[in-house]
């Protein structure tokens, strides 16, 4: 069975302090690990898709890296607009999963002025 | 181009009670996802529609939980004789067969 974990649950950064979510997974033929932003009261943010081991995408002031076991969220030089849930998924290789989702619990980030 | 749209946003219902949420995937996206977001469980997969088939309901809770896609776009998810623990939001996503899923607004649904 898929897992993934997520930590911290909670992450309270100042403003310009950069810092890393992580994301630990188990599975079975990883097709791809997705990092996505949640703001209360809505619907999931997609932000990132890794599909390799070593494989880094980057967008504004967060970069996502991946490896066989884990991936990590890089947030550089946060501001508070980047205050939000971030959630972690994978989607298994295998030909019955038909592509869905295992999300993590999320890593709650609040960014302080 | 419009995103994935969801309705009704909010969705009070007394125990015992059937309910029907809506999805409008987003144009050309034959994959269509449903999930459940609860309080302590996270994001939970519920049904997988590829077209206008479900190959994937390995996520439904229950008998009391179906869903149908008509045209390969609108799709219904409806909850029969509501009970509490029903209470959750409820979100669909579509993608480009497996590629990224792009979620709606999702619905609230309460049960008293």
């Known amino acids: 069975e898929d897992q993934v974990t997520q930590s911290p649950e909670a992450l309270r950064l100042q403003e310009g302090e950069s810092s890393s979510l992580n994301c630990s997974y188990t599975v079975s033929g990883l097709r791809g690990l997705f990092w996505y932003r949640q703001d209360p009261g809505k619907g999931p943010e997609f932000l990132f898709t890794l599909y390799s081991a070593g494989e880094e995408k980057e967008k504004e002031r967060l970069k996502a890296t991946l490896t066989k076991k884990e991936s990590f969220l890089h947030i550089t030089a946060p501001k508070p607009e980047d205050s939000a849930t971030y959630l972690c998924?994978?989607?298994?290789?295998?030909?019955?999963?038909?592509?869905?989702?295992?999300f993590g619990q999320g890593t709650i980030l609040t960014v302080h002025p | 181009g419009a995103g994935v749209s969801q309705s009704p946003s909010n969705k009070v219902t007394e125990k015992g009670k059937d309910v029907e949420l809506r999805c409008d995937p987003i144009?050309?996206?034959?994959?269509l996802y449903w999930y459940r977001q609860s309080l302590g469980q996270g994001l939970e997969f519920l049904i997988y529609f590829q077209g206008n088939s479900a190959p994937d309901k390995s996520g439904l809770p229950s008998d009391r939980f179906s869903a149908e896609r008509t045209g390969g776009s609108v799709s219904t998810l409806t909850i029969q004789r509501t009970q509490q623990e029903d209470s959750a939001v409820y979100l669909c996503?579509?993608?480009?067969?497996?590629?990224?899923?792009?979620f709606g607004p999702g619905t609230r649904l309460t049960v008293t």
């Open positions: 144009s050309g996206h034959t994959a």
């Open positions: 996503a579509s993608s480009q067969t497996r590629s990224e899923q792009y």
């Open positions: 998924a994978v989607q298994h290789a295998g030909g019955t999963s038909y592509g869905k989702l295992t």
